[in-house]
T-cell receptor, first 113, second 111 residues
Framework: KAGVTQTPRYLIKTRGQQVTLSCSPI?????VSWYQQTPGQGLQFLFE???????NKGNFPGRFSGRQFSNSRSEMNVSTLELGDSALYLC????????????FGPGTRLLVL | QQQVKQSPQSLIVQKGGISIINCAYE??????FPWYQQFPGKGPALLIA?????SEKKEGRFTISFNKSAKQFSLHIMDSQPGDSATYFC??????????FGPGTRLSVLP
């Protein structure tokens, strides 16, 4: 079975721009969660989608949004980028709703200049 | 209530030694406690996990010890190897609700 894939792997943007990241979960997995990882803050939960519905949301501003499609693929969008948004964005999938085992993708490294 | 504390922040161990990482939580609703291992440039990967009705779980050189009354759990890596050098995250899961990670421990195993 193919693992969680994320595209693009690397991205450079400038302040004020917007960005869309994509995540394809493991086949058969219906839950997708997004995390922001930075050296200073560790792994911070952004949101979780299950069957196209946002189930949980972390403490991030409204500039961060996401969606999930009927095939379970998910996208997250960050608008009006700030320097502090530079981070590794990780997607994790699990079979059902927040399950015990989450499988992570390799992440998308975003650099905001 | 949702926070998971993890210590130490970094750890240096000689090859063959024992690495010990500790975590503590507050929310008694957590019912699953996984540990993840992350190598540079990679996403975290599940290493081993335990439920609160078990006090210890061992898989190869990796052991989780769980103290429900103290709300603490720890990861022990026996016979640590240079290949174990990575960042380790503990996590606590409230089934169907949320997944909370500790801040991580950077382990370096010296050859």
């Amino acid at each position: 079975k193919a693992g969680v894939t994320q595209t693009p792997r690397y991205l450079i943007k400038t302040r004020g721009q917007q960005v869309t990241l994509s995540c394809s979960p493991i086949s058969g997995h219906r839950s997708v969660s997004w995390y922001q990882q930075t050296p200073g803050q560790g792994l911070q939960f952004l949101f979780e989608y299950f069957s196209e519905t946002q189930r949980n949301k972390g403490n991030f501003p409204g500039r961060f949004s996401g969606r999930q499609f009927s095939n379970s693929r998910s996208e997250m969008n960050v608008s009006t980028l700030e320097l502090g948004d530079s981070a590794l964005y990780l997607c994790a999938s699990s079979i059902g709703q927040v399950q015990e085992t989450q499988y992570f993708g390799p992440g998308t490294r975003l650099l905001v200049l | 209530q949702q926070q998971v504390k993890q210590s130490p922040q970094s750890l240096i161990v000689q090859k063959g030694g024992i690495s010990i990482i500790n975590c503590a939580y507050e929310n008694t609703a957590f019912d699953y406690f996984p540990w993840y291992q992350q190598f540079p440039g990679k996403g975290p990967a599940l290493l081993i996990a335990i439920r609160p009705d078990v006090s210890e779980k061992k898989e190869g050189r990796f052991t989780i010890s769980f103290n429900k009354s103290a709300k603490q759990f720890s990861l022990h890596i026996m016979d640590s190897q240079p290949g174990d050098s990575a960042t380790y995250f503990c996590a606590a899961v409230n089934y169907g609700q949320n997944f909370v990670f500790g801040p991580g421990t950077r382990l370096s195993v010296l050859p």
